[in-house]
């Protein structure tokens, strides 16, 4: 692969989504949508900081472009249950197949295992993968400011709330942040890494913090290894971590877990 990552998996994506259409239409997928579905709260349960002082969302990840396979034999029921046990407020599970080997089945399977709300993360760049993450009962999804128009932004944001999902806008430059904040996104996710590059530096979640408006609730996400790490990003005044490859490699995920809340 090139080196801006970014560009080619948007590329593929959007032929993936035109072979999705193909296999399966959209007035479809928007008919199967509408379908009543109970969603678990996903922003509210992020809105306070939990019983020790932060939250986690913990992540399911088979693999990824610039790390290559991280735990590609993932039973996602079991990771899920174990990070509910270990206090998890929440899971993001990566529905992305070509360069993250996940899959919808992941994410069903995932949230069947456990009861707090589950993130669809993937590169959503298209309705009908609004459509399809309302249709397998997400309770949120991931929408990445960088890869979509203000317009589109805004009018993901809408069609989320008309199907009661929540929204974990993401940004990384300030100029994401100005996009998110027009668009009225009130749940920011700010990525440490660089979409183009894959490289990270938690400084940007750090040096981004202070843009936020007193109404947004932010999420730390990417290159948090350590209990240091959540613990200098704190002082920034951020309690919400989305955290996937250090507790996919820990030979005990709930163990781990469990030490980056500063349980043991």
Do not use: H
Not at 57 to 74: F, L, M, N, Q, T
Not at 179 to 188: D, E, F, Q, S, T
């Amino acid at each position: 692969m090139n080196k801006d990552f970014l560009t080619k998996i948007i590329a593929d994506k959007k032929e993936e989504i035109a072979a999705a259409k193909r296999g399966l239409p959209e007035s479809v997928v928007r008919d199967k949508a509408a379908t009543p579905q109970k969603r678990r709260m996903f922003l509210k349960k992020l809105e306070e900081p939990g019983p020790s002082g932060i939250n986690i969302i913990a992540e399911i990840k088979r693999a990824s472009p610039s790390k290559g396979e991280i735990c590609p034999d993932v039973n996602p029921a079991i990771y899920a249950s174990e990070y509910e046990r270990g206090g998890a407020a929440a899971l993001s599970v990566l529905t992305d197949t070509s360069y993250f080997k996940g899959s919808i089945k992941d994410f069903k399977t995932a949230r069947q295992a456990v009861t707090i709300p589950v993130l669809r993360k993937d590169f959503l760049i298209s309705t009908y993968q609004i459509y399809e993450s309302a249709m397998i009962g997400a309770d949120a999804v991931l929408l990445i400011a960088r890869i979509l128009s203000p317009n589109q932004l805004k009018d993901y944001l809408n069609l989320c709330n008309e199907f009661k999902m929540d929204a974990l806008v993401e940004i990384y430059s300030e100029k994401d942040m100005e996009v998110a904040i027009l668009a009225g996104a009130r749940l920011i996710g700010i990525n440490n890494r660089d979409l183009s590059t894959f490289k990270t530096d938690i400084n940007t979640t750090i040096n981004l913090a202070s843009l936020l408006n007193p109404d947004q609730v932010a999420v730390a996400a990417s290159g948090i290894n350590t209990r240091e790490d959540i613990e200098k990003i704190q002082k920034a005044g951020i309690w919400n971590f989305l955290i996937g490859e250090s507790l996919m490699r820990a030979s005990n995920s709930r163990a781990f877990l469990m030490n980056l809340m500063g349980k043991c």
